[in-house]
């Protein structure tokens, strides 16, 4: 089992895209001006996707001022940065269904003993969700 605050934490979306279905390139805190200029817009520091679904073709993650794409597989995890240095992508699905529930907290959350700190994304890491010890194992 996994508990988690919902304090501060925005309310969970379910995004589901058929072929053909993408989200283009964003952030998801901040927004840039014309001037180049990053304005934060929302209470975002952590954005937060666990993947729902397999049997889907296409649909990757795409961070592309990084050049990192994370392949979606059903259970996964993922954790990263809502700010300037994290601008992503969900590609295109070519086929099947891409399930995906999303959340995104402020990072000025008190301190949760029970759960690890969220690291930055690193470059081709795939964070998954891991039991506490001593808690959810047996």
Same mark, same amino acid.
């Given at each position: 089992a996994f508990a988690a605050t919902s304090r501060g934490r925005e309310r969970v979306q379910l995004l589901a895209y058929e072929a053909g279905g993408y989200y283009r390139p964003?952030?998801?805190? $901040?927004e840039?001006? *014309?001037?180049? %200029? !990053? $304005?934060? $817009? +929302?209470? %975002?520091d952590i954005s937060m996707i666990l993947y729902l679904s397999d049997g889907f073709t296409g649909g990757h +993650?795409? !961070? *592309?001022d990084r050049d990192i794409t994370i392949r979606p597989e059903r259970g996964m995890f993922l954790a990263f940065p809502s700010g300037p240095d994290h601008r992503h992508a969900a590609m295109p699905v070519f086929t099947g269904l891409r399930l995906a529930l999303v959340t995104w907290m402020p990072a000025n959350l008190p301190a949760d003993p029970r759960w690890p700190a969220v690291a930055p994304l690193a470059s081709q890491t795939q964070a998954r969700m891991? *039991? $506490?010890p001593g808690r959810d194992s047996k």
């Open positions: 964003h952030w998801d805190g $901040v840039k001006m *014309p001037d180049g %200029r !990053f $304005v934060r $817009v +929302l209470d %975002r +993650l795409r !961070f *592309p891991q *039991p $506490v």
